[in-house]
């Protein structure tokens, strides 16, 4: 039979069109990968350009608590005021150089009463890892910080914690535990500060990594025309005869055929 005869046949119309849908959500999938990549080389292009500029005051970068803008994420600023040693949190969970740990989340409150949350750096955790092994002090009176802008993270459903430590770095609800008004849009991760006393392991430049995002999403393209070329080959196999588009049923025997082979049998004893 001719290929294209037999492709507008009903059964193949439904054969083309499951193909289609097939190559759609293949192409949407590596769309998504595109994306996904697109997203990792804008992280490390706003690390790149903004890990290494010099410090400013951070009243020069945001006019308030609230304002926030993604841009100035890695951008090292300058606060001063003094911490709240009664008020340090703990955040529980956190990979550090030695494994499972806590980061220490110190506030800062600067002149006018607002609070800039510093994340000191990470500790060890004790044996069951249920609080720090450390507590590190903090400066005592007027402190000058320059810290790195991260933003703040969301809280996670059902996850809770002791007193005195926090599931997630989340802004506002450290506001409402140290009961100040808080930056809410960012913390800093510390970078110097003065006068200085012991703090957790200190941050190092990430490494980003743009992922493997790229040949995912070759893959699915792929994918998608390999489904035409089966279409194709599938097509042009039952044109040929070469297939059948019914399954081969095995004839049932009648009656009589088994009766009569039941007779050979006996026959042959």
């Known amino acids: 039979m001719n290929p294209w005869r037999l492709a507008v046949t009903p059964r193949w119309w439904g054969i083309l069109g499951f193909t289609v849908a097939f190559a759609v959500a293949c192409v949407g999938l590596g769309q998504w990968q595109f994306d996904r990549r697109a997203q990792a080389q ?4 706003l690390l790149n350009a903004n ?18 803008d993604v841009s100035e994420k890695w ?4 606060v001063t005021g003094e911490y709240l040693s009664a008020d340090i949190i703990y955040v529980r969970t956190r990979s550090g150089p030695a494994g499972i740990g806590f980061e220490q989340l110190a506030p800062l409150q600067m002149a006018g009463g607002t609070v800039f949350v510093v994340n000191r750096g990470w500790v060890s955790a004790n044996g069951d890892n249920s609080a720090p092994s450390e507590t590190p002090e ?12 991260i933003p703040s993270e969301r809280t996670i459903v059902g996850r809770d914690a002791p007193v005195g430590q926090i599931a997630t770095i989340n802004l506002e609800t450290i506001g409402g535990r140290i009961n100040s008004a808080v930056y809410r849009g960012w913390y800093g991760r510390l970078a110097t500060e003065s006068p200085s006393t012991p703090a957790g392991a200190p941050w190092e430049k990430p490494v980003l990594d743009e992922g493997p995002h790229l040949s995912y999403a070759l893959q699915w393209y792929v994918f998608a025309l390999m489904g035409f070329v089966g279409y194709g080959w599938a097509l042009r196999k039952e044109a040929r005869g070469d297939i059948s588009p019914e399954p081969k049923v095995r004839a049932r025997r009648s009656d009589e055929e088994i009766e009569d082979a039941v007779m050979d049998t006996t026959r042959v004893r």
């Open 75 to 78: 951008r090292r600023v300058r």
């Open 42 to 45: 804008a992280a490390i292009a």
């Open 51 to 68: 890990y290494d500029l010099p410090p400013v005051e951070l009243t020069t970068i945001l006019d308030g608590p609230a304002e926030f």
């Open 138 to 149: 903090v400066p005592s009176g007027t402190v000058e910080v320059t810290a790195r802008l």
